[in-house]
């Protein structure tokens, strides 16, 4: 079982960054692929980031890569989502999420996740 807990978001003009962090419980940090998800209002939560167990693999939205970078502390059982040149349409809650893989795989598919925080809003004004 991970719990995890996001933090880190907040209201911020357009252009302007933000840094989401996710820190989770347990020992087997290290053997969980994380992700970053999305939900806009009436819309369908969606993939934004996901990183491999040891952080050697990582892999983006369209709409978010050049932008956003998903990084982790395995010491911590922490991670990050630096997200920066956010727009209006970056407006969601955002949710990290973790599950177990071997290897140095990543995951973008929101079904394969096990385990899930409580999301963070972030609301980007224009």
């Known amino acids: 079982q991970v719990q995890l807990v996001e933090s880190g978001g907040g209201l911020v003009q357009a252009g302007g960054s933000l840094r989401l962090s996710c820190a989770a419980s347990g020992r087997t940090f290290s053997r969980n692929i994380m992700g970053w998800f999305r939900q806009a209002p009436g819309k369908e939560r969606e993939f934004v980031a996901t990183?491999?167990?040891?952080?050697?693999?990582?892999d983006y939205a369209d709409s978010v890569k050049g932008r956003f970078t998903i990084s982790r502390d395995n010491a911590k059982n922490t991670v990050y989502l630096q997200m920066n040149d956010l727009k209006p349409e970056d407006t969601a809650v955002y949710y990290c999420?973790?599950?177990?893989?071997?290897?140095?795989?990543?995951?973008?598919?929101?079904?394969?996740?096990?385990?899930w925080g409580q999301g963070t809003q972030v609301t980007v004004s224009s």
């Open positions: 999420a973790a599950v177990q893989a071997t290897g140095w795989a990543i995951q973008r598919e929101i079904y394969q996740y096990d385990f």
């Open positions: 990183i491999s167990r040891y952080g050697n693999s990582a």
